[in-house]
């Protein structure tokens, strides 16, 4: 079974730049999660989907940040402009619901933003 | 902000050595999650804890939800060189269905052949 799918796995820009996240979930994971981690951290939630309606957006600095999950499986993150404090690395999972229910996560979007 | 106290910070040891670390927090959590993070990766879980005393194994890792459903820890028997990498609790607090997962600050391992 394949786990979750991130690209691109790396990406180099200048600050003002735009940037864009893809994330492919476990097949049958109706709950998507976007997390930040920065350097020398553990991950944080940015966004939490559940099927294609965002339930948890409080974290997600939505001046710059945009995220989508339209059909309710692939989903989209984007930056826009990108700043360097963007630099990080951008962590994609999913579960089967939510209520004590396992997180899986991608091998995650790594961002430097110049 | 996180809200998982994770220690020790750094453990640097010796091939065959044991390895313990532990997390702790103010909340209750109904579940804890462990993963491991390799260079250049995203974390991988180790293993996941549903129930307030739960002891539970995964090959020469093992750990524990504490009682009070505030606290857990990890256990390395016998640390290999592959074992190298950065150890994340992680709890879930599942009422109200928000499904938000908390992470600790991370352990990171070292193992000297």
């Known amino acids: 079974e394949a786990g979750v799918v991130q690209s691109p796995r790396y990406k180099i820009i200048e600050k003002k730049q735009p940037v864009a996240f893809w994330c492919n979930p476990i097949s049958g994971h109706n709950t998507l999660y976007w997390y930040l981690q920065n350097l020398g951290q553990g991950p944080e939630l940015l966004i939490r989907?559940?099927?294609?309606?965002?339930?948890?957006d409080s974290q997600l600095p939505k001046d710059r940040f945009s995220a989508e999950r339209l059909k309710g499986v692939d989903s989209t993150l984007k930056i826009q402009p990108a700043e360097l404090g963007d630099s990080a690395v951008y962590l994609c999972?999913?579960?089967?619901?939510?209520?004590?229910?396992?997180?899986?996560f991608g091998e995650g979007s790594w961002l430097t933003v110049v | 902000g996180q809200q998982l106290n994770q220690s020790p910070q750094s453990m640097f040891i010796q091939e065959g050595e044991d390895v313990s670390m532990n997390c702790t927090s103010s909340?209750?959590?109904?579940?804890w999650l462990w993963y491991k993070q390799d260079p250049g990766e995203g974390p991988v879980l180790l293993i996941a804890?549903?129930?307030?005393?739960e002891l539970t194994s995964n090959g020469r890792l093992t750990a524990q939800f504490g009682i009070t459903r505030k606290d857990s820890f990890l256990n390395i028997s016998a640390s290999i060189p592959s074992d190298v990498g950065i150890y994340f609790c992680?709890?879930?607090?599942?009422?109200?269905?928000?499904?938000?997962?908390?992470f600790g600050q991370g352990t990171t391992l070292q193992v000297k052949p």
């Open positions: 989907y559940e099927n294609e309606e965002a339930v948890d």
């Open positions: 804890l549903y129930k307030a005393g």
């Open positions: 992680a709890g879930l607090k599942s009422s109200s269905n928000t499904g938000k997962l908390i």
């Open positions: 999972a999913s579960s089967l619901g939510t209520a004590g229910n396992t997180i899986y």
């Open positions: 909340s209750i959590f109904n579940t």
